[in-house]
Structures are given as C-alpha cells and as structure tokens.
C-alpha cells in the first residue's frame, strides 16, 4: 500500500514539476507557481511516508505557505506582460544549461546502473517502519533539536537575523 | 501513519467529490458562448483598468520578514510541545527556558533592528 501511494504522489509531484516548467496552460508565470505548491505538496506526503510528519507539515507551512508568498510576490512585483518577456530565443546560457542538464542526468544514470552491476539493489517491498514508534513526530523531533543539536538550533537564529539584516541593507538601501 | 490513511480517504473522497461535479457540470450544462459573455467584468461595470498592476516592491520587505518570524514559529512549536515535558527532567528545565530565551532575544534584535530602520513603516 505505502509502495503504491509512494509511486502515486511520486509520479504526481513529478508531472507537476514539468508543469513549472512547461504549464498546459499557457505561458502565465501565476500557473508555474501553482504548479509548484502542487510539486511541494506531493513532497509533503512522501515525507509522510517516510514517517516524518513533523516535516511533512513543516514542508505544507513553510515551503508551499511561506516560501510560495516570495515567489508570488516576485511574480506579482515584476508582472511583466507578453510583450515585455518578448520572443523566446535559444540563447548561449541555456544550450549550455541544457548540456550540463544532460551530462549530470547521463552521469547519474550511468552511476546508478554501475552500482547495480557491482552489487545488485534488491527491492525491500514491506514497510516495517522505524523502530521508534515516535519516529518523526513533533516530541521526536523537538527533543532532538532542543538536546542533540542545541548549537545548530541556535546558530539558526543568527541566520534567521542575517536574513532580515541582508533583506533591510537591500531594500532599504535610501535610508 | 493511520491516522494519515483516514486523510487520505477523506482526500480522495473530497477531489471525487469536486471532480464528479465539475465533469457532470460539463457533461449536462448548457454552453453557448457569445463576445458579451466572454469579457471580464468587474461588479458588472465596464472594466476601466487593467487588473494587471504591479505591486510595491515595499511588500516584499515584508514578505522576507514575514518568513524570517515564521521560521521562529516553526521552532517555537515544538518547544512549546515539549515544555512540560523538559519541566519534569530536572536537568533539562533551566537550559530548556534558557536556550529559547537566547533564540528569541537574538531574533528580537533582529526585530529591533528592522523597526529601528523603520522596516515598519509604509512610507
């Protein structure tokens, strides 16, 4: 059962990831991003099925919530319309981009299929779970942090305080 | 993961329930289109600008400190889970207060800091 769903919200976030890049509906950046929270929300439920509901709900509240509220913004700051994006054109940046795309996909793809050949994979197709019943949940999850990694926790409110520090220095850069 | 398995009923139940109207909707309602129908209109005046318009770009200020303090929140949750919890460990007690103390006053400098640029304010 979690195999079957695994490989449902799988090919779902990946079809909706094409669908940032080339919507079915027509070239309105709005789809792209709509399209994207579909991508994020997919990647919710796989971290639900890897058992990290903490992080499947952080992936909903931060990613497709917080995150999305930049990206639509930009969309909505820039709101550039047919005229100004202009005539699509093959440029130098993105046959280059495209060569590096595919050497990477051939690279991995041909690593993949080495290991395979050196030890082959066997498919573990039942779900015994962690061996934690707690595994991933917000308990679990918070004595983590708030034990184990209690300097990282920290650290991140330095980079948190980075953040609005970098977003004032250029945004307010007249005063 | 079962109480997930009765959200996923009750997910596959609610876009069945959305798509089945949606399809009957198309298969059994009515369609003529005309020019008139297919103008936007607004309140049913006739349209008189764009509604595409740029937006300031003084919301996205706001919209990058709004993520930054969402973050905080997100650490904040599992905290205030497990504060109970940390109370009973008598070890843990103070440095469980102790270190969200510290989280939030570096964050709170943040927030100084941004209102003293005035970050704050619209103008």
């Not at chain 1, 669908?19 to 709509?34: D, L, M």
């Not at chain 1, 995150?67 to 202009?86: D, H």
């Amino acid at each position: 059962m979690a195999l079957i769903l695994f490989f449902v919200f799988a090919i779902a976030a990946v079809l909706s990831g094409i669908c940032v890049a080339f919507s079915p509906f027509g070239n309105n950046p709005v789809y792209s991003a709509i399209a994207l929270i579909m991508t994020l929300f997919f990647l919710a439920c796989e971290f639900v099925l890897l058992h990290a509901t903490f992080i499947a709900v952080l992936q909903i509240l931060v990613y497709a919530g917080a995150i999305m509220v930049l990206f639509t913004f930009v969309i909505m700051l820039l709101n550039l319309s047919k005229e100004e994006i202009g005539e699509e054109r093959l440029t130098l940046t993105k046959v280059v981009g495209l060569v590096v795309v595919l050497i990477g996909l051939t690279y991995q793809i041909g690593r993949v299929i080495w290991a395979h050949k050196v030890a082959p994979v066997t498919l573990h197709l039942t779900d015994g779970g962690p061996s934690n019943p707690a595994f991933g949940t917000i308990q679990d999850v918070g004595v983590k942090l708030f034990q184990d990694f209690l300097v990282p926790f920290e650290v991140t409110s330095i980079l948190l305080l980075v953040a609005i520090v970098g977003a004032v220095v250029l945004a307010k850069r007249k005063i | 993961m079962d109480g997930y398995s009765a959200l996923l009923v009750v997910t596959f139940l609610v876009v069945g329930l959305a798509v089945t109207m949606l399809v009957l909707n198309l298969l059994l309602g009515p369609k003529n289109p005309s020019a008139i129908k297919s103008e936007p209109f607004e309140c049913g005046q006739v349209q008189i600008t764009s509604p595409r318009q740029r937006f300031s770009v003084k919301f996205y200020l706001i919209a990058i400190v709004f993520i930054v303090f969402d973050i905080e929140v997100v650490f904040l949750i599992p905290w205030a889970v497990l504060y109970r919890w940390f109370l009973t460990q008598p070890s843990w007690a103070v440095l469980a207060f102790t270190e969200m103390l510290v989280f939030l006053g570096i964050l709170g400098l943040g927030l100084a800091y941004f209102w003293k640029r005035r970050g704050l304010e619209w103008d």
